[in-house]
């Protein structure tokens, strides 16, 4: 079975570009989650999608910032225009909805470099 | 709010020594805790999460709500067991997850 896939693994891009980011969860796996991790910070919570509706959007940091999740499989993250402080690790994640915790699998992540 | 400190950033063991990944927690409720770790080159992994109680590869983490941590232990570490290690929590029955900032566990042959 695939795990959760992102693509790109990488990109460079210029201050005032736009990128789109990639995620495709495991089949089945109505929670995706997107989180990023700064250089030398912690790994912070970005949104929740329950299918296609965003179940918690209180991470993302602001307007620049569009995800997406139409028709519950994959999911986009664009951010638009990009600034340098954008530049980190945009990792997805998901899991299947139950009435207890279970465990979220992750992406490999995508490395965002904005110069 | 909900705050997962971790407050190593880079721990240097020998091989056989015993090893405590320190982490401490800020939370109003009653959270769900959990050890991720992330292998070089490889994805982050759920280690292991306090309501399992479980032991996976050897590592153990006990919730002490006294003292607000889930410090994750080993008692004889093993090369292999190098790689970052992230304490995070979720509020029970909700999956968004806070992160710590990570420690790197470096065995030294």
């Known amino acids: 079975e695939a795990g959760v896939t992102q693509f790109p693994s990488h990109s460079v891009i210029e201050k005032g570009q736009t990128v789109t980011l990639r995620c495709d969860p495991i089949?089945?796996?109505?929670?995706l989650y997107w989180y990023r991790r700064v250089m030398g910070k912690e790994i912070k919570f970005l949104l929740h999608?329950?299918?296609?509706?965003?179940?918690?959007e209180s991470g993302m940091p602001n307007n620049r910032f569009l995800a997406e999740r139409t028709g519950g499989t994959y999911s986009t993250l664009k951010v638009q225009p990009a600034e340098l402080e954008d530049s980190g690790v945009y990792f997805c994640?998901?899991?299947?909805?139950?009435?207890?915790?279970?465990?979220?699998?992750f992406g490999q992540g995508t490395r965002l470099t904005v110069v | 709010a909900q705050r997962v400190t971790q407050p190593e950033k880079l721990l240097s063991v020998f091989k056989g020594a015993p090893v405590e990944l320190k982490c401490n927690y800020s939370?109003?409720?009653?959270?769900?805790l959990f050890w991720y770790v992330q292998y070089s080159r490889q994805r982050l992994q759920l280690l292991l999460r306090?309501?399992s109680r479980e032991s996976i590869k050897g590592f153990t983490a006990d919730l002490n709500k006294g003292e607000t941590s889930f410090h994750l232990k080993k008692p004889f570490a093993q090369e292999e067991d190098s790689a970052m290690y992230y304490c995070?929590?979720?509020?029970?029955?909700?999956?968004?997850?806070?992160f710590g900032t990570g420690t790197k566990l470096q065995v030294i042959p």
């Open positions: 089949s089945g796996h109505d929670n």
């Open positions: 994640a998901s899991s299947q909805v139950t009435v207890v915790n279970t465990e979220a699998f």
């Open positions: 306090h309501i």
């Open positions: 995070a929590l979720s509020p029970r029955g909700y999956q968004k997850v806070t």
């Open positions: 999608f329950v299918k296609e509706s965003k179940q918690d």
């Open positions: 939370y109003s409720g009653s959270p769900e």
